[in-house]
């Protein structure tokens, strides 16, 4: 079955973060105390409670300003380095739907994931040192047949959810350039853009570092032993590897 | 429940039916293998916020909001919510809300609890009394105009129409002249 | 709403000026932008902020907070001068051509006044401000329009000095940005194109609020947008049902269906009816509201039933009288308040204390008060008022009670929205806790009302003890157990209240408490009761019409005439007549609103505004049904302020004289308002910025429900102030400073937003500084006081010549690091 794909188009979006109250709404997640930081952006990172967030960002220059607001989460990876990394099979890449999700009750918290990640997306729960939380895809609606909640609720279609091959060939009709077509596999968060990725603050050129395999494969072995003492070796070694 | 027949899962605004483009709804392990909504009653609202009119979706299970989604059969929203509109979940599950009456008495602190009975009989009661001591029957001109400017009121649009209509019958039955409401500021 | 949220999307041009839809009305984009994607229109904002809106537009336009008349009356200069506007339109459906009585004078002629002013009275004797009549009593006409007393020529003459240099003198907006705008909006004068506006609060919370909004009129109608698809003139309202609690008359100046209150001099309803009801002598002119009498005594047997008779006057006396000079509205009854006056309040559903201009003259009056009753769904700062900053609880005497409403997911009823569209909503849940619909209060508050009355007597009793209430079974002691909300719609909607054999309009019988099929067949001799005419037709004896949920769209428009209901007679585009020709074809076939079918004469099509074939035809009428005159009012001698919109300075201004007229700088009719908390201060150099209010996305109005909502607080914790880049260096105030922002009246505390959003503005050659903040916050919530409070206690006692809508979006402040 083909690939399925959020389509994010910064220009059709107005900052007005349903996306973000949406997601909470589904997946039941608490808020969080922020203040405001002279900006209009909140909160001013993902966390284990915000698996997505619309970036706040403005360009002046000579002729004007302009005010651009950018999807900022996971983009499912066609090829996920979290998924690679992951010495117990916690996170998920969906053969259906391309979605990276992930089971709780798996996760042994030693966050190689976030060290892997080429995007820094994966934060943890219990004050971040807990399981891994992220965007899902809506895995469970999508699995029923539902739109993932932020595409349900955006008003202007700025997140569009369908097809990946339809929504790459839609966004080229309309004359946008695409970020994420080709990239780690294609992502399955694709990004139609008017200028180029540095001004919306994504990520040139994602790559994912060429240890990923090694610790993957050193962690999952040790898990694979089994003993008392390999948890707490696998976290060890996880956090190694994030020293880059 | 006067609602016409409505696909829930219908998608938001591309018309198209995903369980059309192919997936494969076998369960997989790490997702709850049944929606959260499913099995709920669904009615209808409109947004309480702006003046869009947006409708909503509303799960209900065991007496309680469970889910609030933008309602994709109305043209006017299919689908769609702001983010006030997409947080009516936690407007109706909301802990900081008013449980019951409150009083203060002059001079008091802090508030008290009192009975819905005692609190409508004493509002009851001080209408009565500010009604009947300033009464106008007459102005300084002798026209007759039957009023009280003593009593004020303003609100609301946050009411419903029904509500707004029963609420400026009775307030113009006591008398009043002062009655406002968001529409003028 | 002329139009819909939906049609937005037919609109070549849309301009937002006095609005910001993406934040206060986000959906509205979904249309917006599709407007924008698939008939490449364009979007032009015209705003003193960069705004969300401003993000998406083709074009953005910076001005000074309160010269919008100056910036559209150069529109319209420049759509004269350039002959841009819509000829067919101008002549056939405007007043353009109607000469005007020859001793009018205008601001032109008088230094900033019309013919008139009286100084001591702050108010214009309008005898002058007419037209000149025939023989049979019709205006005279000049259909060359050339006579210079003629409404064209006036209004030519009238803005001759609002020049481009002049409008970016003044408004500080940039000479290229304004001949651009100009551009894109005048381009709509043609049969194919069609311009909106969106607006909001940003054009009615100006001493000449109702002038903008008229500017703007005007330059539809020369335009020619009126009645078509993609046109109109569109307010953008607040709340979800402001329009349905303006339409039920929850205001001093008018009953339901905008039957105006009685004031003292009319005696009797005779009077009334006599003062009321339009006369036209135009033999096209439909006049709709020659029905006056129809809808006022049905309203009077809907409250009062039997008792209402043609031999007692259908209880008209029932009705309170204010006296014809006072004003009843929201400055003057906190006035009123605060001189103690008034005794006991209710504010329901409504956070005044917060809400209200000038929000510390608001809670010293509430202090004031023997009672105060409060509906709400959350404590607040009005019933709270008493613990709040600067009160001593134990010096305020009033007795307060705050009674727990139900919300919205947990009642029956239906909201109407901007459009006009009633929607009916179902109850999903019981009411929170112990909390009560609205209904139930309302009914709780009739029932021991009426009962002491009973028991008592007391003052007039008769009004209390004869209201209809007949909402639900009642149990032994009378009361209604439970407020059933369609008997009341129903009631609304109107039925007969006897046999009616054979009715006027179409000759067939009606029995006694049937519902009335639509208004039209209302009756004034007491045999229909109608609780509020403009929504009859919404639940007829065919059932509910507010619930309806059918998708069909016939015109291809985005109509959807079976999706619930919309008042008048579920017409979704008024004035729609306006947009076909005088025989009946549309101007732009591909968006026909309407369209005269002759082989089977009648329209197809939009409800039309009423049966009656096209103008040009025998028995054709004319297509503004509403005005006496049948056509477009471009004169309007109806207003406090002058026929025709003229820029005044804001009570509050950088400047000692108003740039066009040194006559007079502000309103010349506005009120002034006299206690020691009315202060404003004018090129007053301890407060040298102009300052707005607004609301944003993430909160809506006082904030109450939204501060309570975590989601929401979590996107915008706190009270700030955005401020450009170049005054922030000025100043030396970074972004995520706390400043204090104080005007004449009061201060508060605020987070900086240092924005290149804002520019500084070249007026009058100075440079002027604009700064904008929310007033959704208040001290009670968040409990640890991490929001802030109300950007009301900034504002200013003052209002709109016409509405009295206080002058929110512009006064004047200073910021200082905290």
């Not at chain 3, 070549?12 to 979904?30: Q, R, W, Y």
Request: with cysteine; net charge positive.
């Amino acid at each position: 079955m083909a690939r399925k794909a959020l389509l994010i188009t910064p220009d059709l979006c107005i900052g007005c973060r349903a996306c973000q109250v949406a997601c909470k709404e589904w997946n039941q997640l608490p808020a969080t105390k922020t203040k405001n930081n002279g900006t209009h952006e909140n909160p001013m990172d993902l966390d284990a409670n915000n698996f997505n967030r619309i970036k706040f960002i403005e360009v002046a220059d000579a002729k004007g300003v302009k005010w651009l607001f950018v999807s900022h989460r996971c983009m499912h990876c066609g090829e996920p380095a979290c998924v690679q990394i992951c010495p117990v099979g916690a996170l998920i890449k969906d053969k259906d739907t391309g979605a990276v999700y992930y089971d709780k009750n798996k996760c042994i918290a030693c966050h190689a994931c976030k060290s892997a990640c080429p995007f820094d997306i994966p934060r943890y729960d219990q004050g971040g040192k807990g399981k891994i939380a992220k965007c899902h895809f809506c895995i469970d609606r999508v699995k029923a047949g539902l739109v993932p909640a932020c595409a349900k609720t955006c008003p202007t279609q700025s997140i569009k959810y369908g097809d990946r091959e339809a929504l790459i060939k839609e966004a080229k009709t309309k004359g946008y350039k695409l970020y994420g077509e080709t990239d780690l596999g294609g992502l399955g968060v694709i990004f139609a853009l008017k200028d180029s990725p540095k001004v919306y603050k994504l990520v040139e050129n994602p790559r994912i570092s060429e240890s990923v395999a090694f610790w993957g494969s050193v962690l999952r072995t040790l898990v694979g032993r089994g003993d008392s003492t390999a948890s707490t070796f696998v976290k060890y070694l996880a956090h190694k590897s994030t020293e880059k | 429940m006067e609602l016409t027949r409505r696909n829930f899962l219908k998608i938001s605004s591309g018309a198209l039916l995903l369980s059309s483009l192919g997936i494969n709804l076998e369960p997989a392990k790490a997702y709850a293998a049944e929606l959260r909504t499913k099995g709920a009653k669904e009615t209808t609202t409109v947004c309480p916020y702006c003046s869009v009119g947006c409708s909503i979706i509303v799960s209900v299970k065991d007496g309680k909001v469970i889910n609030t989604e933008g309602d994709p059969d109305s043209p006017i929203n299919e689908g769609a919510l702001c983010p006030k509109g997409a947080s009516i979940y936690q407007m109706a599950n909301n802990p900081y809300r008013v449980t019951e009456p409150l009083y203060r008495a002059p001079g008091a602190t802090e508030w008290k609890k009192i009975s819905w009975e005692e609190a409508l009989n004493k509002i009851a009661r001080l209408v009565k009394k500010t009604r009947d001591k300033y009464f106008i029957t007459k102005n300084e001109k002798g026209q007759v105009v039957n009023r009280v400017d003593a009593i004020a009121h303003v609100g609301s649009a946050a009411l419903d129409n029904e509500e707004c209509y029963i609420l400026q019958k009775l307030l113009r039955s006591w008398g009043l002249v002062y009655i406002e409401h968001q529409a003028r500021i | 709403m002329t139009n819909q949220y939906n049609d937005l999307k037919n609109s070549d041009v849309i301009l937002v000026m006095g609005g910001n839809p993406a934040e206060n009305h986000p959906v509205s984009m979904k249309w917006i932008m599709k407007a924008k994607e698939q008939r490449g229109a364009k979007l032009v904002v015209i705003d003193p902020r960069f705004t969300r809106t401003a993000a998406k537009a083709d074009l953005y336009v910076p001005i000074r907070s309160g010269t919008d008349i100056v910036f559209l009356g150069g529109l319209i200069k420049y759509i004269i001068d350039n002959n841009l506007y819509f000829k067919d339109y101008v002549l056939h459906y405007t007043d353009a051509p109607f000469l005007v009585d020859p001793n009018f004078k205008l601001p032109e002629d008088l230094d900033g006044e019309f013919s008139g002013y009286d100084p001591k009275k702050r108010a214009y004797d309008k005898s002058t401000w007419k037209f000149q009549l025939d023989e049979n009593g019709v205006p005279k006409k000049d259909m060359t329009l050339k006579d210079p007393n003629c409404v064209f020529q006036l209004l030519k003459k009238h803005f001759t000095r609002y020049t481009i240099d002049t409008v970016s003198n003044v408004t500080g907006a940039p000479k290229d940005k304004i001949e651009e705008a100009f551009k894109i909006l005048a381009s709509t004068g043609k049969p194919d194109r069609t311009a909106t506006v969106c607006y909001a609060m940003g054009w009615t919370q100006h001493t000449v609020g109702s002038q903008i909004i008229r500017t703007f009129s005007i330059v539809q109608l020369l335009l020619g947008n009126i009645g078509m698809a993609g046109g109109g003139v569109n307010a953008l309202r607040g709340e979800s049902n402001v329009q349905g609690s303006t339409d039920q008359g929850l205001l001093f100046h008018i009953l339901t269906g905008y039957n105006p209150t009685p004031v003292a001099s009319d005696v009797d309803l005779k009077t009334y009816i006599e003062k009321y009801t339009p006369k036209t002598k135009e033999p096209k002119s439909v006049n709709w509201l020659a029905n006056r009498p129809k809808y006022i005594v049905s309203y009077l047997k809907a409250i009062y039933g039997d008792k209402a008779t043609k031999e007692n006057d259908f209880c008209y006396s029932y009705l309170p009288k204010r006296d014809d000079t006072q004003n009843c509205s929201w400055l003057m009854l906190f006035d009123q308040m605060y001189q103690g006056n008034i005794k006991g309040f209710f504010a329901w559903g409504q956070n005044p204390a917060c809400s209200g201009a000038n929000s510390n003259k608001v809670r010293k009056a509430l202090s004031k008060l023997e009672w105060l009753v409060c509906v709400n769904l959350w404590d607040n700062e009005t019933s709270s008022f008493w613990k709040g900053p600067g009160m001593d609880p134990k010096n305020i005497k009033t007795e307060v009670f705050f009674l727990p409403a139900a919300s919205s997911v947990e009642k029956e009823g239906s909201v109407t929205n901007s459009g006009r569209i009633a929607q009916w909503r179902y109850k999903a849940v019981q009411p929170y806790g112990k909390s009560m619909p609205d209904a139930e209060i309302i009914n709780e508050l009739y029932f021991r009302v009426k009962k002491l009355y009973e028991k008592e007597k007391g003052a007039f009793p008769e009004p209390i003890l004869n209201l209809t209430w007949e909402y639900g079974e009642k149990d032994k002691t009378g009361k209604i157990k439970h407020v059933d909300t369609k008997l009341i719609a129903k009631e609304m909607n109107g039925y007969f209240t006897k046999d009616v054999n054979e009715h006027p309009v179409d000759k067939k019988s009606y029995k006694k408490g049937q519902q009335v099929p639509t208004f039209v067949f209302l009756l004034d001799d007491g045999s229909t009761a109608c609780g509020n005419w403009v929504y009859s037709g919404s639940f007829t004896d065919a059932g509910n019409m507010m619930a309806r949920r059918g998708k069909e769209d016939p015109t291809g428009l985005g109509l959807f005439p079976n999706w619930a209901w919309s008042w008048p007679v579920n017409r979704r585009i008024v004035y729609n007549r306006a947009s076909v020709d005088p025989q009946g074809n549309p101007w732009d076939p591909s968006r026909a609103v309407i369209k005269w079918d002759a082989v089977n004469k009648k329209w197809v099509g939009d409800v039309p505004d009423g049966p009656a074939p096209p103008l040009a035809l025998e028995g054709g009428k004319l297509p503004f049904i509403m005005k006496p005159l049948g056509v477009g009012a471009i004169f309007g001698p109806g207003l406090a302020d002058g026929p025709f919109p003229t820029h005044y300075e804001p009570l509050e201004c950088p400047f000692q004289e108003n740039p066009l007229y040194k006559k007079h700088r502000i309103n010349p009719t506005t009120k002034l308002f006299g206690t020691e908390e009315d202060l404003f201060v004018f090129c007053d150099t301890r407060y040298p910025y102009i300052a707005s209010t607004y609301r944003v996305t993430e909160h809506w109005q006082t904030g109450l429900m939204t501060r309570h909502t975590d989601w929401l607080l979590e996107l915008q914790p706190q009270i700030f102030v955005e401020i450009g880049t170049e005054l922030a260096k000025e100043k030396g105030i970074k972004s995520g400073d706390k400043v204090i922002v104080s005007s004449v009246r009061g201060k508060l505390w605020a987070i900086a937003i240092v924005t290149d959003r804002i520019k500084p503005l070249k007026v009058m050659g100075m440079t002027i500084h604009q700064v904008g903040l929310p007033w959704h916050y208040g001290w009670r919530w968040p409990k640890d006081g991490s929001g802030g409070d109300s950007a009301n206690l900034l504002t200013p006692t003052v209002g709109d010549a016409n509405t009295l809508t206080p002058e929110t979006k512009t006064f004047m402040v200073d910021i200082q690091k905290t």
